[in-house]
């Protein structure tokens, strides 16, 4: 199973595009990257995932680099409620899931 | 919207007690989950099923059973409970085909005392 490396933590101004990084340079050729994120309190929740073409969906944009090997996920115009903790997995669509720790993003007024 | 109902926010319960958590979801999912969060582990999956009736081992099996008698409802079982199950559990269900893409409930924190 592909690792991913993310930065524990990162900062980003309210109204300015978040763009968070995940290196998963040992990824294979029929594995996704899936993106959730976990606010306090609550469950993690379903952001986007893709296979090797950019994705966009009303939440974010998954632009995953032409090797594969890294991805980030972009919050256009980050808001107050975007400030959680993003986790990137890679996995083959029929295996489960397996969270790390993620990144704490942090957005500031 | 896919709704995810976990029974209790919050439980408390004494070491030995058999607890049970309740999970039910309202988009006919095929597959549910559960998982326990800990500070400094993430989150791990504990048991999940594709299909009533139907249940498999995640990583941490050991203290813990399921029931799954309809389709719309997962059960987590502490037989007997220990302190070291005081956690935030989480259930979650997916579509068939799109099993990663998984619908999370809202938690049940749970404490044993």
């Known amino acids: 199973d592909a690792k991913t490396t993310q930065p524990p933590s990162m900062d980003c101004a309210e109204g300015r595009a978040a763009n968070l990084p995940c290196n998963h340079s040992?990824?294979?050729?029929?594995?996704?990257v899936y993106w959730y994120r976990q606010i306090h309190s609550q469950g993690p929740q379903y952001i986007i995932h893709?296979?090797?073409n950019n994705e966009t969906n009303e939440m974010a944009s998954l632009i995953i680099t032409e090797d594969r090997k890294s991805s980030t996920l972009i919050l256009p115009h980050a808001t107050l409620r975007d400030t959680a903790v993003y986790y990137c997995?890679?996995?083959?669509?029929?295996?489960?899931?397996?969270f790390g720790t993620g990144t704490r993003l942090q957005v500031f007024p | 919207d896919v709704k995810v109902t976990q029974s209790s926010r919050y439980l408390v319960k004494r070491t030995g007690e058999k607890v049970f958590l309740e999970c039910v979801q309202d988009?006919?999912?095929?597959?549910m989950f559960w998982y326990r969060q800990d500070p400094g582990l993430g989150l791990r999956l504990i048991y999940f099923?594709?299909?009533?009736?139907m249940k498999e081992k995640g990583d941490i099996p050991e203290g813990y059973s399921v029931s799954r008698e309809k389709k719309e409802r997962f059960s987590l079982i502490l037989e007997s409970a220990s302190t070291n199950q005081t956690s935030m559990y989480l259930c979650a269900s997916s579509w068939g085909a799109g099993a990663n893409v998984l619908t999370f409930g809202a938690g049940s924190r749970l404490t044993v005392l």
């Open positions: 099923s594709y299909d009533v009736k």
């Open positions: 997995i890679v996995r083959v669509i029929t295996d489960k899931l397996i």
């Open positions: 893709g296979l090797k």
């Open positions: 988009m006919d999912h095929e597959n």
């Open positions: 040992t990824i294979s050729g029929n594995e996704y």
